[in-house]
């Protein structure tokens, strides 16, 4: 019998006799399968002891043991399927058994796909259809009627299209056909319905099965009920689009909106406008009396704007307290002032929020497509300036924009990124205005100066620049750079042998943050400078504005051995009670005491004054000869200005400061 594994085995259970077909399946040759046992060449794993017991059996009863199917594991570690059969052999008396072993791996292979196949065609959360080649249901699983209605006997034999939604036209389920014809495959999101007609998203993967010939023979279709992806998906798009706080469209839903407003403002010739606005007065609401109540002051200013715009329009909420809104295909500009009016209004009536009864307003700027731009970005910004125009002209009402107020901005804008670039690549730079003892003459400081060298402007001097960068927020990295680039410079005198003190200015900012003292301690330590030989500038709007905290950080800059100086004293309104409080080194008189000749009584007072409070006395602005010569009849200390610049330069000390 080709193909069936045959040997014969002892009482002892040795073979004594073995074909080819059972030597391939033990992994041997018949002669070393002779003469070993066959529970070593093929064994039975856990069914060994009752293989055993079958051939015990058949030794004991001498009939046929019966037929069944094993997992074998040859000698050579190879696993097979086999139907065994054991015969007794009779040569008088019982002297052999003959086990006879059919290998039928690939037919329990091909049962477990089959199985397989059958419980997942069953047990798949998907609904699955399988049709004839004309397209009439002939099984359908269990998750069909799950997700449709609909019982295996309402669909057995009708037809695929039976699911249908309606939603898809012909046209396309052609195209769908047509893609199975050439590729056997199609997958799309469609629409299918349930037995009680509610219809529902689904995703369908569609699939022909084809015969030995090629010849369509079926069609497989798997169904999934995607409603809740898409309802999830909904809302994603939704959180995505929306202001978590007041629900209305954001920055995305609203650049989308624009977007096709403009495509239809464009088609119809018709004209649509923005409004950009700002809420007056929100910040100290939302500071003082917490986020909660600022919230549902949002909340309250959103539902007050919808109500002024018709539903083809859209009110959309930028962030903090800045709102856009979209009024589509206006009739003219007085159509945008009417709602701008009418939301100035709505926004300006009080707020009940709790205990709370609050007053806001609004500063509204607007900007007409096409005359004030043509496309999103411009329409935007040109509202977003025209916003700012209407605050800075008082708030609480609304202007349009125009090409004038543009510029101002463009240029203050254009300033402002010229400024932060010229941090970035190192375009400032310092000069030196010295600092003359009103006796000797000898050089006792330098006060430094921060100077632009523009790429385009050329150097500017700070009035030109310091504005923009305190409005930008901008003054204390660029005063962090000059006190750490003038501790650098003061080193390189020292270097040299010139024990100059370099005075550096403060800014209010500069004051204010909260890491001053590590920073002026870091310019010290990166330029090796001792602490004596650097002075910090303040003014007296500096010691009136800074609040409870200026003693504190007066007295660290001072623990740090820094000296301090006040600035234009005598302009401001520094009182001397105030003074003694502070441990201030120096006093500078005004430049304005000095101008058009000098205003002899302050300049005494203001001496004797730090005479008594031990203090040095430096003026600036000095100019002639005949004022050094009254500051020095008082007893000033110091000067500088026009005349010690001369000075320096005909006595050969201006370039120490180089």
């Known amino acids: 019998m080709p193909g069936v594994a045959v040997c014969s085995i002892d009482r002892a259970g040795i073979v004594r006799f073995c074909n ?75 002297g052999q058994v ?30 699955i259809l399988l049709t004839d080649s004309q397209r009439r249901i002939i099984s359908v699983n269990r998750a069909y009627g799950g997700i449709t209605g609909f019982d295996d006997s309402e669909v057995l034999g009708r037809p695929l299209s039976l699911s249908r939604a309606g939603v898809e036209d012909e046209t396309f389920l052609r195209e769908v056909w047509n893609q199975i014809e050439v590729l056997d495959h199609w997958q799309g999101e469609t629409w299918s319905r349930r037995r009680d007609g509610e219809v529902f998203p689904a995703w369908l993967s569609l699939t022909a099965i084809r015969d030995g010939r090629g010849q369509v023979s079926n069609y497989m279709a798997i169904l999934s009920d995607i409603t809740e992806r898409k309802r999830n998906e909904e809302h994603t798009r939704h959180l995505a689009e929306h202001d978590f706080l007041t629900d209305l469209p954001n920055r995305v839903l609203l650049l989308d909106r624009l977007s096709l ?12 406008a ?78 009940r929020i709790g205990e709370h ?22 329409l935007i910004q040109n509202a977003d300036v025209a916003m700012y125009h209407a605050k800075a002209g008082g708030r609480d009402g609304f202007r349009f924009f125009s090409a004038a107020m543009n510029q101002r901005i463009v240029e203050r ?16 730079e310092l000069v030196f205005e010295p600092e003359l003892d009103v006796r000797s003459g000898a050089l006792v400081g330098a006060e430094a100066l921060v100077r632009w060298r523009h790429p385009e402007l050329g150097l500017l001097a700070p009035e030109r620049f310091l504005g923009v960068a305190e409005e930008a927020g901008l003054m204390v990295p660029i005063g962090n750079w000059v006190m750490r680039e003038a501790c650098r410079h003061a080193r390189a005198w020292h270097d040299d042998g010139h024990q100059v003190v370099v005075a550096v200015n403060l800014s209010l900012g500069q004051f204010l943050q909260r890491d001053l003292l590590q920073q002026v301690q870091a310019a010290l330590d990166e330029a090796g400078l001792a602490a004596r030989f650097l002075e910090l500038e303040l003014t007296e709007a500096i010691i009136m504005q800074g609040g409870a905290g200026v003693a504190d950080t007066l007295r660290g800059l001072r623990q740090l051995g820094v000296r301090l100086s006040l600035d234009d004293f005598g302009t401001g309104w520094s009182r001397l009670g105030q003074l003694k409080d502070y441990p201030i080194d120096k006093l500078k008189i005004a430049q304005d005491f000095l101008a058009g000749g000098f205003d002899a009584t302050v300049i005494r007072t203001i001496i004797a004054m730090a005479r008594s409070m031990d203090m040095t006395v430096i003026a600036e602005g000095v100019e002639t000869a005949e004022q050094l010569e009254f500051l020095r009849g008082q007893g000033c200390d110091q000067y500088q200005g026009y005349h010690a610049v001369a000075a320096a330069r005909a006595s050969g000390l201006a370039s120490v400061l180089h």
């Open 413 to 428: 804008a254009t300033f402002e990124n010229g400024l932060r670039r010229a941090l970035d690549e190192q375009q400032f």
């Open 98 to 127: 003959f086990c006879m072993d059919v290998d039928i791996t690939a037919r329990k292979h091909a049962e477990r796909t089959l199985t397989l196949a059958a419980q997942v065609f069953e047990n798949s959360r998907d609904a």
């Open 20 to 94: 080819q077909a059972c030597a391939r399946l033990c992994g041997v040759t018949p002669q070393q399968a002779i003469g070993r046992r066959l529970d070593e060449l093929l064994s039975r794993g856990e069914r060994e002891t009752e293989h055993a017991a079958l051939l015990e059996a058949v030794w004991q009863t001498g009939r046929n043991g019966p037929a069944g199917d094993w997992i074998v594991r040859a000698a050579d570690g190879r696993e097979h399927w086999v139907c065994s059969t054991k015969l007794p052999i009779f040569q008088g008396e019982l």
């Open 274 to 351: 923005i409004l950009f606005l700002d809420l007056d007065r929100f910040k100290p609401i939302n500071d003082t009396l917490g986020h909660l109540v600022g919230d549902a002051l949002l909340r309250e200013v959103a539902v007050r704007l919808l109500k002024c715009v018709r539903k083809v329009d859209t009110v959309s909420r930028q962030g903090g307290d800045e709102f856009v809104l979209i009024l589509a295909d206006i009739g003219g500009i007085d159509h945008a002032a009417h709602v701008a009016e009418a939301v100035r209004q709505a926004i300006g009536q009080p707020y």
């Open 261 to 272: 407003a403009l495509s239809t403002a464009r088609r119809k010739g018709s004209m649509l």
């Open 357 to 378: 009864e609050l007053h806001i307003s609004a500063s509204i700027g607007v900007s007409i497509f096409p005359s004030d731009g043509d496309d999103i970005d411009t």
